[in-house]
């Protein structure tokens, strides 16, 4: 089903709709706020409202955008909301980040030796750390582009950069990224 199907659809209420929607998009807005909300809980909470809003909303799109990029800016806002509330009222919570950006661990490779699975974790929470300095745009482009997939354009369009700003931000990330795994000696064996 094509973009403009699938907005029909939504707009119609079709059911079938809804589950294409979120099988779709589901880690794409997880991936988008867990960033910005820090927690796993919170993150697949603030997921669950943003699809939610986009169903609910769908008939108010202008379609003059990509569906994603409709989208995104409504994860982004959902998650300033959530962190906006925190902040009048923290609640503590244990950081599960790392355990969500490796995909529910129990569902990983058995085949790996542990020292390998441990260096992965290391490496996993550098990169974490990492983003969390970083600012929500550089976060958004790191996060989109090397564990989404989405393309330079699409970025660029979400974000109103240019394409080769948001190409000269995944080069300054990258290198940062890595003098920082460097400086853990987390790669001195590579």
């Known amino acids: 089903m094509n973009e403009q199907q699938l907005i029909n659809r939504l707009i119609a209420g079709e059911t079938d709709a809804i589950q294409h929607l ?4 589901r880690g794409r807005i997880f991936a988008v706020v867990l960033p910005l909300v820090k927690d796993e809980w919170d993150a697949e909470e603030v997921t669950q409202d943003v699809l939610f809003k986009v169903c609910e909303k769908i008939d108010t799109f202008r379609q003059n955008s990509a569906l994603w990029s409709w ?22 919570l244990e950081d599960d ?22 260096a992965g974790k290391q490496i996993l929470a550098e990169i974490m ?18 564990w989404n997939g989405v393309d330079k354009e699409e970025v660029a369009e979400k974000l109103d950069l240019t394409e080769a700003a948001v ?9 940062g990224l890595r003098e920082k795994l460097e400086s853990g000696y987390l790669l001195a064996s590579a």
């Not at 129990?106 to 390998?116: L, V, Y």
């Open 97 to 118: 980040t790392l355990h969500a950006l490796r995909h529910r661990e129990d569902e990983g490779d058995f085949d790996e030796r542990p020292d390998e699975h441990l």
């Open 129 to 146: 750390e990492y983003l969390e300095e970083c600012n929500e745009k550089n976060t958004v482009v790191y996060v989109d582009m090397e």
């Open 167 to 175: 190409k000269t931000r995944l080069h300054r990330l990258r290198v």
């Open 22 to 25: 979120c099988e779709t998009y």
């Open 71 to 92: 989208m995104y800016r409504i994860a982004v806002n959902e998650a300033r909301m959530k962190t906006r509330k925190y902040k009048r009222h923290p609640v503590p």
